[in-house]
């Protein structure tokens, strides 16, 4: 690819995006403590708008493609970004739980809007989409690097209020620059009205499509191991290893650095050697990973079961790109917005189960869990590839 093509122009603008929308979801989780301690509410109460937040981002995966085939990609993710911005300052100005509840969930409905329309619009945009999808997906984790320090600062010298509106300060000029680079899209579908799509006979045709269908499991279980990680790595390795807050803090920056790393690289392999051969050795790291969670004792180990991780956790860069690959150019828009929607919301009860597990049987059980899981996605991709090479054989004898 050349440097300064437009395509790469609008990939840019993307993972910019993600990174917008990211953040904003992100501001929220550093000032906790104090948002509760000023509306008078429990730590959990907080909680539960988070969770409502995340809830409302996977939902709003489906109906983001539908609009993105009605109106087109580029009004969508503007929409996203934009809303996004409005939220968090409406955020930043509640001046009580009912309304900062309210707005939570409305901006997660924004922020939701974007990825599935983004992904979309890069499919249509380059042909090898494992590499551009990997670093659109790298705005995640560097947003995952730089909020949490920036809305600590921001909060510890300005105040809860300025931390979230943190989400605005980086959505404006994203929408601005978004606006500027990129060229309006036609819609896919403009004369279809969004309510002939929402039948159940054809959305769940689709879902049952066989490599939709099991690409969508493994990525389940992929979003399940994610989300737990999101959630609880720095817990567990206090709570296991004894580590300190900050150690634990750094280490989970290493995370998200080699995550945002991985990605792209994850992504550009998956369009080499296929999809699952590189999904497989992510997956299988990740194996190793958790493991030396469990076991290792010593700081070394341990960052590298970090790095690992980091790596492991790159599997969408192969497994998203895999259903595109099985979606038609008038399908990929909501076709991809509803699979996310699917595995997106049963694989965020990883935080609950993963909790649940630690709290009966201890982290070393739950983190365990998580080895044998993504064990399991890699034996299922490796059957799957078996039987491919098998029907291929059949099909073109020597």
Known sequence: MRLWSYNNAVLAACTLAFFATMAARLAISPVVPTISSEFGVSNGAIGAALTGMWLAYALSQFPSGLLGDRIGERAVIMIAIVGTAVMSVLLALSPGYALFFTGA?????????????????????????????????????????????????????????????????????????????????????????????????????????????????????????????????????????????????????????????????????????????????????????????????SAILLTMATMMAGVAMSWGAALLPKFMDHLSAEERGAGFGLVRTSYMVLGATGSVATGMIADFFGWGAAFLLLAVLLAGMSAVMMLALRYVSSISARAFPE
Not at 167 to 186: K, N
Not at 206 to 215: E, K, V
């Open 105 to 297: 969930i409305a901006l997660g409905i924004m922020a939701g809007l974007h990825y599935s329309v983004a992904t979309s619009l890069l499919t249509r945009t380059f042909r090898k989409t494992g590499m551009a999808i990997g670093i659109h997906s790298a705005g995640a984790p560097l947003a995952g690097i730089v909020t949490p320090i920036a809305v600590g600062s921001i909060g510890a010298i300005l105040g809860w209020r300025y931390a979230v509106a943190f989400g605005a300060f980086v959505a404006v000029p994203t929408a601005i620059f978004f606006y500027a680079l990129v060229r309006p899209t036609p819609p896919s579908r403009p004369d279809t009205a969004i309510t002939d799509r929402l039948k159940t006979g054809p959305i769940f045709k689709l879902l049952a499509r066989p490599p939709i269908l099991i690409t969508g499991l493994l990525a389940l279980v992929g979003a399940f191991v994610w989300q737990a990680t999101a959630s609880f790595l720095p817990t567990f390795l206090v709570e296991y290893h004894s580590y300190s807050e900050p150690q634990a803090g750094i280490l989970f920056s290493v995370y998200f650095v080699v995550q945002g790393i991985a990605q792209p690289g994850i992504g550009r392999l998956s369009d080499w050697v296929g999809r699952y051969p590189a999904a497989i050795l992510a997956t299988l790291v990740g194996v190793v990973s958790y493991a030396l969670f469990v076991w290792a004792s």
